[in-house]
């Protein structure tokens, strides 16, 4: 019991930390007259208004399919916010004309905008996206053989990650998912030695940096990594269905009481009920229904989880995905062994992380469909690695080995 109220209070100090850390990030970085920018928001702006080809002020650079949706309304909103406009250094920074969120890409825009213009910065999200992209698949190809990176580049190019570089608000998230996977990857002694504190901080860090888009990307994906890890290493069925829900449980209490504690700062450092938004916004992104020129449009789990699902599985993806489960449902008959069961079904639980978030957050799931049914890449990977796991996940492993192992 003692150990318990230990790690809750280690994990409380830790979140408290963070969310000091963020609003003085926030103060910094609006700390500057906005004349050093103006120029460079100004020409963003112009761009991304002249790029909105939709309706709505949306734009479709590829295909012109649902996958391809950039949401340049948003974008111009990010970019004319980094401006103080007037307001002063803690009304900028707890963005008072749109308080609901943290706006931690502010931290990293505002101090680039100096000297770089729209197209620059999206230059070092394609680097710095693509290198995260291709450490991830080496060292999942290294540790876990071939088949693994093909599930974890496949998931994500299947949820049209190319296009991430391009949309700032499609960009936190993306780039999250992939360093918290790398950091599983790259360096998994020292994470498995604080998991629950480094899955805590990555929620909070996503509640941070982004906005509302489909975060569950940079929980699946570092959580498949982790559970694969552990299997590998010869960890039993209960262990690995243990880390499966309380990692999930710190994410989401990152995640969820950063939010809330904008909410407080919010309030304490405005005149506004920043709190009192946030709540307001949470009750309504879950149920509330909204309107179109045609009516009400059906805001129920059944149409959110539909709409997802018929998004995502459309054309190449389907034939994509089928070809990954038959791959290795072929590879776990030949090699395979039932005795590794629980230990997939664990990874199978994940598979479902994103129908579980469409559940609860319905009119969010349902409107914004264009942009969260890039979370069922997470179902990808998991699902085809809870058949991986079957088959063994080291380079020469079988099941046998791993479940003597465990």
Known sequence: MQRVLGGGMRLAALLLAAICLYTGLMLVAYSFPDEWISDNVGAAVGMLTEESNMVGGYANYFWHTGFSITDNLTDIRIYEGLLRGGRSVTDAAMRTDYARYWHGYAVVLRPLMIVLSIVNIRYLNMMGLMALFLVCGWKCRERFGWRTAAHFCGGLLMSFLLIAPFCQQYMSVSFLALAGSSAVLCGWKAVRSRVYEFFLLLGSLVCFFDFLTFPVLALGYPLVCCLLQMIGDGEGATPVWKKTFLLSAAWVLGYGLTWFGKGVVGTLLTSENVLGEILSQAAFRTTGAFYTETGAVDVSIRSAVLINLETFFMGANVGAFALMLLVEGIYAVRKGSLKCWPQALALAAVALWPVVWYC??????????????????????????????????GEGGSCRDVQKRA
Do not use: P
């Open 360 to 393: 609860v957050l319905q009119n969010h799931s349902r409107l914004h469909f264009w942009m969260t049914y890039k979370q069922l890449s997470v179902t990808v990977f998991a699902a085809s690695s809870a058949l991986r796991v079957l088959s063994g996940i």
